[in-house]
């Protein structure tokens, strides 16, 4: 299996995209993390979504979990009203890591240590030419593992 046989379409955002739509497609479609591409379209970060969730919660309480309690169920459920204004940019951590990239030729076990290496819960799929590069989609770690137990059968 290579690696352009086991890219998928996948959702993508750009740096400016607003981070409250961000948010909405990863729970939309249950997505582990967002491809961030940038001005022109090459993969530029990996935004989890457990990034976007950490962004909702007040620092005092990443601190000091037990002050969860004291924020009321009113208060609580609006916690997504911090992204409001926020682009996908502004949620990125400032020492993120380039995002895991193969080839278009890369075999399984290539992209498996990608992600491995990566710790990334997907790959961005690019296939290099005369003309450049173009994104042919991505590898998420659940459609990887669906695939090679496949294979075990």
């Known amino acids: ?9 996948y959702e993508t955002v750009g740096l400016d995209h607003d ?77 993120v890591p380039p995002p895991a990239v193969a080839a278009a030729d890369d075999t399984a076990l290539e992209v498996a240590a990608r992600m491995a290496q990566a710790r990334s819960p997907l790959v961005a799929v690019v296939e290099k030419d005369k003309a450049g590069a173009r994104l042919l989609g991505v590898i998420t770690a659940s459609h990887l593992l669906e695939r090679l137990l496949a294979a075990t059968s």
């Open 19 to 95: 981070a409250l739509d961000a948010a909405r497609l990863l729970a939309e479609y249950r997505l582990p993390a967002l491809l961030v591409l940038d001005e022109q379209g090459a993969p530029k970060a990996i935004l989890p979504a457990s990034q976007m969730v950490r962004l909702l919660v007040p620092g005092y309480v990443i601190e000091d979990p037990t002050l969860a309690a004291v924020v009321d169920e009113r208060h609580a459920d609006r916690l997504c009203a911090n992204l409001a204004g926020l682009k996908v940019r502004d949620c990125l951590t400032k020492t």
């Open 1 to 9: 299996m290579r690696a352009r046989d086991l890219a998928v379409e």
